[in-house]
């Protein structure tokens, strides 16, 4: 039975129970919430998962960290490395997005290793598959294609992203709508090519129910892609994207009616005045499916910042009801991420989501805030490293700073306003 189905049926599954506690809302909100769709809980049956969580209406919101091997960067060690990383600093969920070397052993190793939910790109596995075997991955089939989600189904992948919205309708208003960027998703670029060369449908689309049977049988939420995304502010909410968006709140539709949990992925690069309308537009377009959102970043030149343009966007998107954010790190645009890399943009991603539920006004969620504020008041340094969201940095730079008065730092020193006021409302 899916979470959806026990939700459905008012049952409360041990997720459901564990997720209503960790987040400390009912399981009888909870399961009015899974049932609408509104809410998921990605995790495959066949897999246990120490750090489970539920995502969507009412949550915290979530973080997902990609890792993953290149053709050009593929060293395991390194990618569990970022895993490790991942999860230390608070990522909730991590997606394998591995193109290079032995992708199957790769997701196993990941698999082994998370605690936290695994997701992937199946559409990756095919075309590498399809490039190592037949010469080119155009050569991929529909029939591969499936074979892939099945293998990693089976694996135990708890969520998957399903380019189902990339159609020859979709894709030909990228076209007219002369686009600056065109297609920037990887999945959504090699299913472009394939349906230009073969002079068919998406693969992904016409197999949709197929897939659906296959995530029914291990509870697989699909994470439905948006592989028209805008890569320029310039194409944001253009035609191609509401098309596509409109599509996968279809597809969501179907899947909710086979028991499937869904979400939905997001933009891109989006101006900041646009974010309100694309949260709202997926919310209404998709029946309030949980809303992945791939940044979104604010500005597109922001290179070696790139994190810090997507907290902007990300920190606004969750305010209006985004209800996960994708990490970006500073590499973005320009490398493969190293583990520096990847562990500043899990912190960014979390400032944002952060930011977002204390607008949100997510249970509890300015309960850290005010520790943090309380132990600055009393200028307790070890307290506010500890409820850093970065301690290993945060006692770095207090180290190295050497005040002449200990209860102060070397910011402002004897004229430190805290401690003045605390003397000022001594006399
Ligand atoms: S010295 Fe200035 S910055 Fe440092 S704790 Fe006091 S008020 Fe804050």
């Avoid at 992937?120 to 991955?137: C, D, L, S, W």
């Avoid at 943090?372 to 070890?382: E, F, G, H, V």
């Amino acid at each position: 039975m899916t979470q959806l189905e026990s939700a459905l049926k008012n049952k409360t599954s041990r997720e459901i129970a564990a997720v209503a506690e960790i987040e400390r809302v009912s399981r009888n909100f909870l399961k009015k919430n899974i049932a609408s769709g509104r809410i998921v809980i990605p995790k495959n049956n066949k897999r246990t998962i120490k750090k489970i969580c539920g995502i969507g209406y009412g949550l915290r919101t979530k973080i997902n960290a990609n890792i993953g091997t290149s053709s050009d960067e593929a060293d395991i060690s390194d990618e569990l490395e970022k895993l490790r990383v991942s999860v230390e600093y608070g990522a909730d969920t991590v997606m394998d997005l591995s193109i290079g070397q032995d992708i199957s052993g790769i997701r196993r190793a990941v698999l082994k290793e998370s605690r936290v939910p695994v997701g992937t790109v199946p559409i990756y596995q095919a075309a590498q598959e399809a490039t190592r075997r037949k010469g080119n991955f155009l050569k991929m089939t529909a029939d591969c294609l499936l074979g892939v989600i099945q293998e990693q189904a089976e694996d135990g992948v708890d969520f998957m992203t399903i380019h189902a919205g990339v159609t020859r309708k979709t894709v030909s208003l990228v076209k007219k709508g002369k686009r600056i960027l065109d297609i920037v998703s990887r999945g959504g670029a090699i299913l472009t090519s394939w349906m230009a060369h073969h002079k068919k449908e998406n693969p992904l689309y016409e197999c949709f129910d197929k897939i659906l049977e296959i995530a029914y049988n291990y509870d697989i939420t699909l994470s439905l892609g948006d592989g028209l995304r805008p890569g320029s502010i310039l194409d944001a909410t253009d035609a191609a994207q509401l098309s596509e968006l409109r599509l996968l709140g279809k597809l969501a539709r179907r899947a909710h009616e086979k028991k499937v949990q869904v979400i939905i992925e997001g933009p891109g690069h989006v101006p900041l005045e646009q974010i309100r309308k694309n949260v709202e537009l997926e919310k209404r377009l998709c029946n309030d499916a949980p809303f992945y959102v791939l940044g979104p970043l604010v500005t597109d030149v922001a290179s070696t910042r790139d994190h810090i343009s997507a907290a902007i966007g990300g920190a606004l998107a969750a305010s209006y009801g985004a209800d996960y954010l994708c990490v970006v790190s500073p590499a973005e645009h320009l490398r493969h991420p190293s583990v520096e890399d990847i562990k500043e943009g899990v912190i960014a991603a979390r400032i944002a989501g952060h930011s977002g539920d204390i607008a949100k006004r997510i249970n509890g969620a300015t309960d850290w805030d005010k520790q943090m504020s309380i132990a600055r008041k009393k200028r307790d340094w070890n307290e506010q490293i500890s409820l850093s969201i970065d301690p290993q940095k945060a006692k770095e730079y207090r180290a190295a700073s050497k005040p002449h008065l200990l209860d102060v730092c070397t910011m402002c020193s004897e004229y430190c306003s805290i401690k003045l006021i605390e003397e000022c409302a001594k006399v």
